[in-house]
C-alpha cells in the first residue's frame, strides 16, 4: 500500500501540500533540471497525480517536492507542482515554505524578530525573511529573482494585454476588457478569459524567456482591477484554468514590473494586492538591477494539516481523477 505524507498550509487562501515522505528520488544537477525530469519519472508522477486528483486533492490543488538545494547557501530546494504539471515559481509556496521551515525547526529562529530561509527554485534562489514575535510565525516576506517587462499591449482574445516575468510568464489583462469584474460570481467567466489569453500567446514570441528557455511559456493570465492608489485586485488562472485563491506571489512580482515601467511603483511605495476571496498580498521595490526590479512581497501562511496518504492495490480508482 502505497504511503505518502505531507504537511498542508494554506498562504492567503491557497493551499500549498509539502511532501515530506514517499516521493522517490528526483536526479538532475539543479532544481531546474530535475523540473525537466519530473514529468518523465512514472514514481515521481505517481505521487503528483495521488496528491493533486481527486479524492485527495481538488482541479485547483498546489504543492512541491522537496529537493537538495543547488549549492551552498540555500536551505533547501522546491520542485513545485500542480494538477497539469511543475511550475518554474511560486510565490505563495516560497511564503508556505518559510514558514514550515520555521515552525518545523529546520531552519533556527529567534523567537523575536527575524530569519532568512534561503530556497533553490526552478527559477532561481529566492528568499523567504521570516517575522516572528512571542515564538509564533507573524508574516513571511519573498524576496523574488529579478522581474521584468517582456511586452506592452499585445493582442491576445480580442484584447491588448501586457506581458511581465515574475519567476514565470504572466499576461496582465484589466477584467473589464471582457466585461468582468474581479469577484467570485463571475469566476467561470474569468477562468474562460484566462485560458483564452493563454491559448492566443503560448506560440507567440511573448511566451519565450530571454535566456533559458525552460523557463518559457505563459504560465498564467492576470485579470486585474484598480481598487486605489497602488491598490489591485486581481484573480491569476495559471495552468489548465486553474485559479489562484491567493493574490500570487509571482504574478504580484510581475505586476510590481509593469507598475515600475509606468512610473506609478518606485522603491520604498507599497503596493497592496488583494485576492478574488479578499486575501492580500503587500509588494515593493527593493533593488533596481540589469535585468529588472527584486521585488519583496508578504503574506501570511498557516497550517491547515498533517496528513499520511495511502493508495489501496484494491481501489480501481488508483490516483484518482479530475473532474474539471
Not at 508556505?96 to 527575524?114: H, K, M, Q
Not at 493570465?221 to 500570487?248: K, M, W
Request: with cysteine; glycine share 12%.
Amino acid at each position: 500500500m502505497a504511503a505518502v505524507e505531507t504537511v498542508d498550509y494554506h498562504t492567503a487562501g491557497e493551499p500549498f501540500r509539502i511532501v515530506t515522505a514517499g516521493v522517490p528520488d528526483i536526479p538532475g544537477d539543479s532544481v531546474r533540471d530535475r523540473r525537466e525530469h519530473a514529468p518523465r519519472d512514472e514514481g515521481v508522477e505517481f505521487v503528483r497525480r495521488l496528491l493533486c486528483h481527486e479524492p485527495r486533492g481538488h482541479a485547483d490543488m498546489y504543492g512541491c517536492f522537496l529537493v537538495p538545494p543547488d549549492g551552498a547557501g540555500a536551505d533547501l530546494g522546491a520542485l513545485f507542482w500542480h494538477k497539469d504539471g511543475y511550475s518554474t515559481a511560486c510565490g505563495h509556496g516560497t511564503i508556505a515554505l518559510g514558514a514550515w521551515a520555521v515552525e518545523s525547526g529546520r531552519v533556527a529562529a529567534p523567537a523575536d524578530g527575524e530569519v532568512d530561509v534561503v530556497i533553490d527554485v526552478p527559477s532561481g534562489r529566492v528568499t523567504a525573511r521570516v517575522a516572528l514575535s512571542g515564538g509564533a510565525v507573524r508574516s513571511v516576506a519573498f524576496r523574488n529573482v529579478p522581474a521584468f517587462v517582456i511586452a506592452r499591449e499585445v493582442e491576445a482574445a480580442g484584447v491588448r494585454v501586457d506581458v511581465a516575468y515574475g519567476g514565470a510568464i504572466y499576461a496582465s489583462v484589466p477584467a473589464e476588457r471582457f466585461g468582468l469584474r474581479v469577484t467570485p460570481k463571475d469566476v467561470d467567466q474569468l477562468i474562460a478569459a484566462g485560458r483564452e489569453v493563454k491559448r492566443a500567446l503560448s506560440a507567440s514570441p511573448y511566451a519565450k524567456h530571454p535566456t533559458d528557455d525552460r523557463l518559457s511559456g505563459i504560465y498564467g493570465t492576470i485579470l486585474y482591477e484598480e481598487v486605489g492608489e497602488r491598490h489591485q485586485r486581481n484573480v491569476t488562472v495559471f495552468a489548465d484554468g486553474e485559479v489562484d485563491r491567493s493574490p500570487c506571489g509571482s504574478g504580484t512580482s510581475a505586476r510590481c514590473a509593469l507598475l515600475a515601467a509606468d512610473g506609478t511603483l518606485r522603491p520604498g511605495d507599497e503596493m497592496r494586492h488583494d485576492s478574488i476571496i479578499g486575501t492580500t498580498f503587500t509588494a515593493r521595490i527593493v533593488e533596481t538591477v540589469s535585468e529588472g526590479v527584486i521585488t519583496e512581497v508578504e503574506g501570511t501562511a498557516y497550517r491547515t494539516g498533517d496528513h499520511r496518504f495511502v493508495l489501496d492495490p484494491r481501489d480501481a480508482l488508483g490516483t484518482g481523477f479530475v473532474l474539471r
